[in-house]
Structure formats: C-alpha cells, structure tokens
C-alpha cells in the first residue's frame, strides 16, 4: 500500500510487487504446513523401523485410530480457533454413548431411539457450555473443568445406580443394533484397504468443517470471535451465538464418537474417556491453531489426528514398549508448538 | 454552541446529522462529562480535543451507542434518541473506528473489510460466501480511497497502524456510514503515517460523511477540522469554527492555556515546551 493515489492497473495484471512472495512463502501461511511437514517426518520414522508399518493393514489400523481421535479434533479444533476450550469433551463421549444405550435398554426401545434421544441430550450439554460460558464470562478453562467432573461423576453414578455396576447392559439383541451398528461401527472394503465406518465419519467432518470455516458467514464468525472478540462486536459478529454453535458442534462430535463407542462393542463402560480431550487439543494444536484463537484449521487438525494415529500404532509395529507413546506424543507437541509458532512470525512477517 | 440558527448563516440551517444538547453522564457519583453539546454536519468534520480524563472516550461511547447519556438530548437527523447498542448504531449509518478494535489482526484484509455483513451467494447448505467478489470489492473500495494494496489475501496484521485505520474508515465509508466517529486515529502513529490517516479522514468528508474527530493533538485537528470543541475535565472548555480560532489560540486552549504558561515560567531554563 502506498500513501499516493496509484494508477489503476489493467484488469488481471499482476502487482509487480507480488513477485517478492515466493510459493513457500504462501505455503507458510497455512496453518497446515507444519503438521503436514511432521506427518510426512512421522510417516518416514516409522517407515524405516517398523517393519511392517508399510503394509496395507496396518495403513487402515492408523487410519482408524486417527479417526477416533480426528472425529473430535475436528469441533475441538474449531471451537479452539473461535477462542475456547472444552476439557469436557473426552468424558461427553461417554456421556453420550451411555445416554444412548442405558435410554434403549431400560425404555425397551428401538436402538435408534437412544441415539436420537442421546443427540438431543449430548447436544444439551454443548449448550449448557456455551450458554454457561457466555453469561458469566468466566474463563472456558473453568467452565468446561466443571462440566468435565460433573460428567465424569454422573456416568460412574449413574450407571452404578441403574445398572449396578461399572458397564451398562449389552444392547446387542436389541432392535435396530444391527442398522445402528452398520451406521457407527462397521467396515468397508475397498481395494486391498479395509476401512472402518468412522474414516468416513472423520473425512465427512473435516469436509463440513473445512466448508463451514473457509466459506460461510459463521467461519468468518468464527475466526473473527476468536481473533479480537471485542472487534468482532464493534462491527455486529454474534460473537455469543457462534460461542453456543460452537460448543453444540463439539457435543456433536461427541454423539458421533459416542454411538461408535457404544456400537463397536454392545456395551460401553462408564470410567472412559477420561483423559481424551487433551488428546483433541493436542491433535488441534499440532495442526496449527494456536492456543490464544483466531488461527487454525480443520485439515491442520485432522493431520494432527493422523499423526496421533500413526505414533499410536506405529510405536506397536516396532515392537517397542507402547509406554514410549506419551514420551513421544509430548515431544511432538512441543516441536509442532515450536513450529507453529515460528511459522506464524514468518506469516505475520510477509509484508 | 447555540442549537438556534440566525439567518444569515444559511449554510449552518442545514439540519446536523448528529447533535449533541447539553448532554451529561453520571458514572455514581461522578461526572465524566457535563453539559457538552456538538453538531456534527454532512461534509464537514468536528474535532473533539481534549487531554487525557477529559471525557472524550465518554462521549464517543454515547455516540457510538456503547452507553447512554443521562441528562440533555442526542438527536440523529432532528430525531430525538437513545441508542442501546454499537448495532443500534450502525443501523442509524453511525460508525465508530476504534483505535484498539478496529480490526482481528491474524484475518486477511478482505475478509475484515466485509466482517458482520458478508455477503453471500446461493441457497440454503449451499449459501455460501461470494469470495470472489468479497475480494474484488476490497481492493476497488480501498482502491478508491487512494490505498493500493499488494495483496487482500494478507493477514490484516501485517498492515501498518496507519493502514489498518484507513481500511477500517473505508469499510464504514462502503458500509454506507453517514457519519464517521474516529477514536484517537493518529495517536500511535508517526508523522508520515498520520498524514496518510488524515487525507483519508478527508477523503470520507469529500464523500459526504459527517465525521467527528477525538484527537488530543491540536496540530491534526486544525489540519482537516471545520469545528473544534475543547473539552476539559468533563466539561465545554470552548467551541469554535476554524474561521474563529488560529492554531495557536487553539493550541494555548488546548495544553490548557495559563497551565501552559505557568509550565513554560517553570522550565524557562530549558529549551521551551513544544506546544503538543
């Protein structure tokens, strides 16, 4: 930009200031690159000391743990891009599944009911979040802290008072099971890749969320909320609503993850997921959104579920101990800070 | 300032855009500002001026809709109002560009440039943003100001201070603002860049916008202002046409007059004081 009045340039020529930007430069500006430039280092390590990391099968087994952990990544990741958290994620997957067969088992309904019946509820939940967040304009830190314990008591509770012990009745014969389970939990075969139900899931919600941030209001909203939320404000962005969706979103991945937890087995125990929602944040954060809002992405995201998946699985075909898993989840999440960081100052520093 | 027009002034019969009567605003027990009164015409600026805790954030704020006034009238086109909120605001064609929150730095330009009011294409799932266009009309609208920019795509942060405020001033000009609120929009700024800011300021009075000035430095406002209220501890320390008023009187007025001659006796020894 320059202070004096520059002649109008021809339709679609070039600013020949723009030559200065070079493609790595525009690269550098994704959020995704450092997590696609770990993946591809992860991808290389476990290629050369696992043995059989490159066989198909083992390929659809790292495609599934990353879906797993991707599903929820994904609405953590927006929900950290428009500038909170929620450590209540990992247990609302519980929540989720045992509303949804605890519902079904007890009411003798079709299986479909619980799992429409635990969308509202989970869904409910979210808002609570979010409307909880919004009102009182305590850090999200705290609120989701709460919800986070409360949940994790209501489904040891719960389930110890309805069912007397830690795992809910089997649903397995019940009407519906089958659809439902082909619906959350099945595989697919295609080519010599067998691919479990929830890579879809994944793919179908790094799709959405990629459309809904890139090119909708709301993902302008959304960046905006968590960029500068007093600016956002000052130029009529519903800055709480996109909060509450927000929030709702995460509750939907919740259901998702749930009903798969729910149909994978016929059963789901009460103390999991304890722990999990770290595990979207640091997927989230490896893919590029910063812990402060306002930058990210649903793809960077879903590279860091990826590379979550591949350490996961990768440390089991190398025959190693699985305890070094964390070990080296810690010192990825470091360097994917580090680069991210530095990263951003090259972008910042594009003029 | 009179609210009552002799009729010889014809070009002042005009009915302002905004007008300010005696307006107050009690914070307990408080006064932030009392009795101050401005009028704010198409085509032309007002400056606010004032030191630091002389009540112009205050009096932004009631114009800007973010509080409301407690005694006097705030009338926008001849109508009497009491606005609830900044959207209330900009409803009536009334922005406000902030200093601090004037934009979300890490977003591209153009994507700040349509921020709250985007427009879309399609319907239903598919309603989706019209990028194309979101882009094309940033650059021809900032283009238009006389700010050429290299590329909508970068992040608006990477923008200069001054740069960042141009663009705000060109979204509310598009936006179809009538009147224009500017909060201390050279005050970070170094000279060159200040004077690019006040050409723009300029430029939004061309197009026909009402613009209300906040500015503490004498020298700026005298550069583009039309009207100047000084405002002091809350209160009308004077209002003048620039016709009225030489910029040294304003200056004198503005550092607060015998305080600055009492100053000037104290550091007599050193070089002098430097007027701003």
Known sequence: MSATTAPVRPEGAEDERLLRRSLLRRLAVRPELGALVGAAAVFLFFSVVADSFLQWSSFSTVLYGASTIGIMAVPVALLMIGGEFDLSAGVMVTSSALISSMFSYQMTANVWVGVGVSLLATLAIGFFNGILLTRTKLPSFIITLGTFLMLTGANLGFTQLIDGTVSTKTIADMEGFPSARKVFASHLTIGDVDLNVTVLWWFGLVALATWILLRTRAGNWIFAAGGNADAARAVGVPVNKTKIGLYMGVAFGAWIAGQHLLMSYDAVQSGEGVGNELLYIIAAVIGGCLMTGGYGSAIGAAIGAFIFGMTDKGIIYAQWNADWFKLFLGAMLLLAALLNAWVRKRAEASK | ?276
Not at chain 2, 157 to 162: D, E, I, Y
Not at chain 2, 198 to 207: G, N, S, T
Not at chain 2, 212 to 241: E, Q
Not at chain 2, 246 to 254: F, I, N
């Open chain 2, 1 to 276: 300032m009179s609210t009552e027009h002799t009729p010889d002034e014809a070009a002042a019969a005009r009915r302002p855009l905004v007008q300010l009567t005696e307006v107050s605003k009690f914070y307990g027990n408080v006064k932030a500002l009392e009795g101050v009164s401005l009028e704010v015409h198409a085509g032309e600026i007002t400056c606010v001026l004032g030191d630091n805790g002389a009540g112009k954030s205050t009096l932004i704020k009631i114009i800007a809709g973010l509080h409301q006034h407690d005694a006097g009238t705030f009338t926008i086109e001849g109508e009497r109002t009491r606005l609830a909120s900044p959207r209330a605001a900009l409803d009536r064609g009334i922005a406000t560009v902030y200093q601090d929150l004037a934009v979300v730095p890490l977003m591209p330009v153009w994507r700040n440039f349509f921020l709250g009011s985007e427009p879309t294409r399609g319907r239903g799932p598919f309603r989706r943003l019209d990028v194309a266009a979101m882009r094309e009309t940033t650059r021809t609208e900032l283009l238009r100001m006389g700010i050429d920019l290299r590329d909508v795509d970068q992040p608006i942060g990477t923008l200069s201070g001054g740069e960042r405020q141009c663009v705000a001033i060109a979204r509310a000009v598009y936006f179809g603002a009538k009147v224009l609120v500017l909060d201390e929009p050279t005050a970070a700024l170094g000279v060159k860049q200040s004077g690019m800011v006040l050409k723009y300021v300029a430029a939004a009075r061309d197009a026909g916008l009402g613009v209300v000035l906040i500015t503490h430095n004498p020298h700026h406002a005298y550069l583009v202002g039309d009207h100047f209220v000084l405002l002091k501890r809350g209160a009308m320390a004077g209002s003048h046409a620039k016709a009225e008023i030489a910029l040294e009187e304003l200056t004198r007025q503005m550092a607060g007059g015998s305080e600055l001659e009492q100053l000037s006796h104290e550091l007599s020894r050193a070089v002098g004081p430097k007027g701003a």
